[in-house]
């Protein structure tokens, strides 16, 4: 079975995108971190390679997108309430970020997102607790 995830991203300023993340809240792995990548905590065994562009590259024999016109990959964070969805949007724009849509609420789930200093965008969510979330007798 998978032990840890790693999301590569590339970065156009890597400095910029590790005070950006550490504003946010994240912190960073400094054994894992150069010049060329630095990796961010993102939870528990899950993990976000910041690399320079030039760095990724390396990895891929195919043209690196620029997130900032075309989406490759949307990135999902669950969070513990609405409260703290808003706070860390309202922390990504303030630290130079953009605010993705606007916020949702579909009742069993409120989100919103933000916009990276690169273009990634990462959707936050809170998922309501389940009510009654044992399968009830006879349902497969």
Request: with cysteine.
């Amino acid at each position: 079975m998978v032990n840890q995830v790693f999301v590569n991203l590339p970065v156009a300023h890597l400095q910029r995108s590790i005070a950006f993340f550490t504003a946010l809240g994240f912190t960073f792995n400094p054994e894992w971190t150069n010049d060329s990548g630095a990796c961010m905590n993102v939870t528990g065994n899950v993990f976000t390679m910041l690399l320079t562009r030039e760095h990724f590259q390396t990895f891929t024999p195919k043209a690196v997108a620029d997130a900032t016109s075309t989406t490759e990959v949307l990135l999902c964070l669950s969070l513990d309430s609405r409260a703290a969805v808003d706070a860390i949007v309202e922390k990504a724009v303030r630290a130079g970020g953009k605010a993705h849509k606007e916020a949702q609420d579909h009742g069993f789930m409120y989100g919103h997102g933000f916009e990276d200093l690169d273009g990634h965008i990462w959707e936050v969510v809170y998922l309501e607790p389940q009510a009654g979330s044992e399968p009830k007798q006879g349902a497969a």
